[in-house]
Every structure is written in structure tokens, then in C-alpha cells.
């Protein structure tokens, strides 16, 4: 959705991604000078073209993770999705709705790129204070197709990224297509919204820096509702740089709620009073974190505890195909970085070997967990029809027998 495309368009170019729209600090696990030379050179070939999936990167600008696993990441604002499908108005559950998609802006730190998901790779998260359970399938190689379900007592939340990018020589702008969709339980509401176009700017002169613009419409499709949010697109020496606006319109098109912010530090509410004018007090719908981040790879701490950690008991109830169990990843998070080199090899031969040999037998690659269906208002869905869960439960009874 969302932060997923802020580590691809970092990693893509080996850049330090620093979302404060100013040149890094310490630089804790920056890429080297002259490996981004190097790099540079590579991507010289392709300006002007979708490079998303045209060219194989070098392992060292990965960092261990998945594109799978990034794309869990905004579960960490799990605390405001529950809180918009508790509230009563259709307006406050939209108004925490534009906070938690400003709060996936506010928290990419990091400086590589995530592993590509392979054909068929699965990753899982059930959190481990049993608010929600998240699963996620790549469901296309070309193009790069990631969704997932996240469910939970309050919302089921539906996902999809399908990657667009371009290379502009000393820019490259990343668009995400795909709808993604939002059930309110307590009301039986259905929300979707879209996606925002992220820019990394200065990739061969200059300091680097990230701009995230665009309009964000998350519409309430039940009652006709929906918010607006204006992602400001950084002007002449930052002008106007993280500023985000936004109206809370009900059906008939009248404003019921303003709002105002950065997306990098918090996001304000003010009730529009009958006059049309905003209330002199607001609510503070979220504030950015302000915890340290210490650790080699620039993981937040909740990444750490739910998305990279693996041991050994979790080992034995993971299916084949999740992403913490890839050779690359597992290699390069312990520092060897010539094992992982391999190992990303390895997969993407075997990946390229199995579609040789489904063209060569005439078949079309099945999806396990999630089909593809057509829907007569959205023209086409990812519903979850797997038996994931069931098996999972299956693995975890024999790992507990044993």
C-alpha cells in the first residue's frame, strides 16, 4: 500500500532514505559511495523506463526482509484501525482511517531495499497479543503482485501492491496500482482507498531525499462518505514539504471535519462548525513515535518482535514458502553476505526454471491462498479462499505433540 513502496523506491537506488526530506545523520548501514557509482552505471541503461522488475540488484543492497513482510509493517498502527472501527460516527472512523495511512509515511528509516517476494511466497504474522492475524501471498511475478488479509474482532483489511516504477537519471518515482479495502465490523461498513506516488530525488548529485504527493481518497462505500487528503508535493527549497490537508465530507458533499498535519510528526481534527468555519480546538489523532531505533538493520522494535523473528519452536509450525525461512534473507541478516549473494541466485534460477517449465507444459501458475475474482463495482478482488489457517493449526498441534 503504502510503506512497502517508501523501501522499495530506497532500496531501488541503494539511497539513504530519510523521510525527513533532508541529507542523513550517522548513517548507520548507508551503501558505500562506490558501490552506488556502481549501481548508478547499471541503472544508466533504463531512464525513462519501469525497472521494477528489468534488472537483478547486488545482495548487498538488500536488507533481510521481504516485500512480504514489508508489507505487514503497517500493522504496527493496528491501534488505529481498531480505534476507527470502534467509533460511532462514520466521519471519526474516516478521520482515524487518514491517520493511520499518514502514520505508514512517518516510520521508513531505513536504507535497503527489500528482497523481491518469489511466486507463490507466503508470509504470516498472528500477533502475539491476539488483536489480529495477517497473511500474505505474491500472487505475480510479472508484474509483481503482493496482497494480504489482516483480521481481526474489529476490521478485516484487504491489501494490494502491484509496483510501477520509473528511472529519470537523477530521480525515480514509484506508483503503486491496486484498491485497497477496509470492513468495519461494528457497522458493516466498507471503505477503500488508494495510493499516494513516492519520488526519490538527487540519486546521482545532491543530498537524497524522498517526496510522498498526491490526492488519497478513502471513501466509505455504505453511506457515501469519505475523506480527501492532500499529500503536498515539496516546492522550491522545501516549500510546502510533509504538509498534509484533508476535508471529511458526508454524502451530500458538506464538510464535516477538517484535517491538518505532517505526515512526519502528527495529525490534527477539527470539527467544521455549522458557520463553515473549523473549531478553535482540535484532537490529535496521532503523533510519530519518538523511539530510538538502535539496532544494524534500522528495524523498529515492533518489526523486530513480530516481523523478523524467527527461532526455533516457530520454525516447525511455518510452512515452506514464508518469508523469514528464505536461505538469502536468513544469510544476510547474520552478516554473510557471499552465502546470501548465493542463495538469492539460487532462487531466482529456480524461479525462472519452474516458469520455463510451466510455458513448456502450456500451464498458468495457481495462487494458493488467494483468488482473483470479479467484482461488478471494483471490476476485480483478491478474496482469501485458502484452508491457511486450518493447516496452521495442524502444525501447531504436531509441534506441540512432539
Same mark, same amino acid.
Given at each position: 500500500?503504502?510503506?512497502?513502496?517508501?523501501?522499495?523506491?530506497?532500496?531501488? /537506488?541503494?539511497?539513504?532514505?530519510?523521510?525527513?526530506? =533532508?541529507?542523513? *545523520?550517522?548513517?548507520?548501514?548507508?551503501?558505500?559511495?562506490?558501490?552506488?557509482? *556502481?549501481?548508478?552505471?547499471?541503472?544508466?541503461?533504463?531512464?525513462?523506463?519501469?525497472?521494477?522488475?528489468?534488472?537483478?540488484?547486488?545482495?548487498?543492497?538488500?536488507?533481510?526482509?521481504?516485500?512480504?513482510?514489508?508489507?505487514?509493517?503497517?500493522?504496527?498502527?493496528?491501534?488505529?484501525?481498531?480505534?476507527?472501527?470502534?467509533?460511532?460516527?462514520?466521519?471519526?472512523?474516516?478521520?482515524?482511517?487518514?491517520?493511520?495511512?499518514?502514520?505508514?509515511?512517518?516510520?521508513?528509516?531505513?536504507?535497503?531495499?527489500?528482497?523481491?517476494?518469489?511466486?507463490? =511466497?507466503?508470509?504470516?504474522?498472528?500477533?502475539?497479543?491476539?488483536?489480529?492475524?495477517?497473511?500474505?501471498?505474491?500472487?505475480?511475478?510479472?508484474?509483481?503482485? *503482493?496482497? #494480504?488479509?489482516?483480521?481481526?474482532?474489529?476490521?478485516?483489511?484487504?491489501? =494490494?501492491?502491484?509496483?510501477? #516504477?520509473?528511472?529519470? *537519471?537523477?530521480?525515480?518515482?514509484?506508483?503503486?496500482?491496486?484498491?485497497?479495502?477496509?470492513?468495519?465490523?461494528?457497522?458493516?461498513?466498507?471503505?477503500?482507498?488508494?495510493?499516494?506516488?513516492?519520488?526519490?530525488?538527487?540519486?546521482?548529485?545532491?543530498?537524497?531525499?524522498?517526496?510522498?504527493?498526491?490526492?488519497? /481518497?478513502?471513501?466509505?462505500?455504505?453511506?457515501?462518505?469519505?475523506?480527501?487528503?492532500?499529500?503536498?508535493?515539496?516546492?522550491?527549497?522545501?516549500?510546502?514539504?510533509?504538509?498534509?490537508?484533508?476535508?471529511?465530507?458526508?454524502?451530500?458533499?458538506?464538510?464535516?471535519?477538517?484535517?491538518?498535519?505532517?505526515?512526519?510528526?502528527?495529525?490534527?481534527?477539527?470539527?467544521?462548525?455549522?458557520?463553515?468555519? #473549523?473549531?478553535?480546538?482540535?484532537?490529535?489523532?496521532?503523533?510519530?513515535?519518538?523511539?530510538?531505533?538502535?539496532?544494524?538493520?534500522?528495524?523498529?522494535?515492533?518489526?523486530?518482535?513480530?516481523?523478523?523473528?524467527?527461532?526455533?519452536?516457530?520454525?516447525?509450525?511455518?510452512?515452506?514458502?514464508?518469508?523469514?525461512?528464505?536461505?538469502?534473507?536468513?544469510?544476510?541478516?547474520?552478516?554473510?553476505?557471499?552465502?546470501?549473494?548465493?542463495?538469492?541466485?539460487?532462487?531466482?534460477?529456480?524461479?525462472?526454471?519452474?516458469?520455463?517449465?510451466?510455458?513448456?507444459?502450456?500451464?498458468?501458475?495457481?495462487?494458493?491462498?488467494?483468488?482473483? /475474482?470479479?467484482?461488478?463495482?471494483?471490476?476485480?478482488?483478491?478474496?482469501?479462499?485458502?484452508?491457511?489457517?486450518?493447516?496452521? =493449526?495442524?502444525?501447531?498441534?504436531?509441534?506441540?505433540?512432539?
Amino acid at each position: 500500500m503504502f510503506s512497502g513502496a517508501l523501501n522499495y523506491m530506497k532500496g531501488l /537506488v541503494g539511497t539513504n532514505e530519510n523521510l525527513q526530506v =533532508e541529507e542523513s *545523520g550517522d548513517n548507520k548501514g548507508d551503501i558505500e559511495p562506490e558501490q552506488r557509482k *556502481g549501481l548508478l552505471k547499471q541503472l544508466s541503461s533504463y531512464v525513462g523506463k519501469d525497472i521494477t522488475s528489468l534488472i537483478s540488484l547486488p545482495v548487498w543492497i538488500f536488507e533481510p526482509v521481504s516485500f512480504l513482510q514489508v508489507m505487514s509493517e503497517p500493522l504496527q498502527y493496528n491501534a488505529l484501525l481498531s480505534k476507527a472501527s470502534k467509533q460511532d460516527s462514520e466521519f471519526l472512523c474516516l478521520a482515524y482511517l487518514a491517520a493511520f495511512n499518514c502514520a505508514l509515511y512517518s516510520t521508513a528509516v531505513r536504507t535497503r531495499k527489500p528482497f523481491n517476494p518469489i511466486l507463490g =511466497e507466503t508470509f504470516e504474522i498472528v500477533d502475539k497479543k491476539g488483536e489480529f492475524r495477517f497473511l500474505a501471498e505474491q500472487v505475480s511475478h510479472h508484474p509483481p503482485i *503482493g496482497v #494480504s488479509e489482516t483480521i481481526s474482532e474489529d476490521y478485516t483489511l484487504q491489501l =494490494e501492491t502491484l509496483l510501477k #516504477s520509473k528511472f529519470y *537519471g537523477n530521480s525515480s518515482e514509484v506508483e503503486i496500482d491496486g484498491t485497497n479495502h477496509f470492513f468495519n465490523k461494528k457497522t458493516n461498513h466498507h471503505y477503500t482507498w488508494n495510493h499516494l506516488v513516492t519520488c526519490c530525488h538527487n540519486i546521482i548529485i545532491g543530498s537524497l531525499w524522498l517526496d510522498h504527493y498526491g490526492d488519497l /481518497v478513502i471513501e466509505n462505500h455504505t453511506t457515501g462518505s469519505k475523506a480527501v487528503l492532500k499529500f503536498a508535493k515539496s516546492g522550491w527549497l522545501g516549500a510546502g514539504r510533509y504538509g498534509v490537508t484533508g476535508e471529511i465530507v458526508d454524502c451530500e458533499g458538506d464538510v464535516r471535519y477538517r484535517i491538518t498535519g505532517k505526515w512526519n510528526e502528527s495529525i490534527q481534527l477539527f470539527q467544521v462548525m455549522d458557520n463553515g468555519s #473549523s473549531s478553535t480546538t482540535s484532537t490529535c489523532l496521532w503523533e510519530a513515535s519518538k523511539e530510538p531505533i538502535n539496532n544494524k538493520f534500522l528495524f523498529p522494535r515492533w518489526v523486530e518482535e513480530n516481523v523478523i523473528d524467527l527461532n526455533d519452536e516457530y520454525k516447525k509450525i511455518l510452512p515452506v514458502t514464508d518469508s523469514r525461512l528464505r536461505a538469502d534473507r536468513i544469510a544476510l541478516e547474520e552478516g554473510n553476505l557471499d552465502v546470501a549473494a548465493k542463495e538469492k541466485h539460487n532462487l531466482e534460477e529456480k524461479q525462472r526454471e519452474d516458469k520455463r517449465q510451466r510455458v513448456a507444459e502450456n500451464k498458468e501458475w495457481e495462487t494458493a491462498q488467494f483468488k482473483k /475474482v470479479d467484482d461488478a463495482k471494483f471490476g476485480y478482488r483478491w478474496n482469501y479462499c485458502g484452508n491457511y489457517w486450518e493447516e496452521r =493449526e495442524e502444525r501447531v498441534k504436531a509441534a506441540a505433540s512432539n
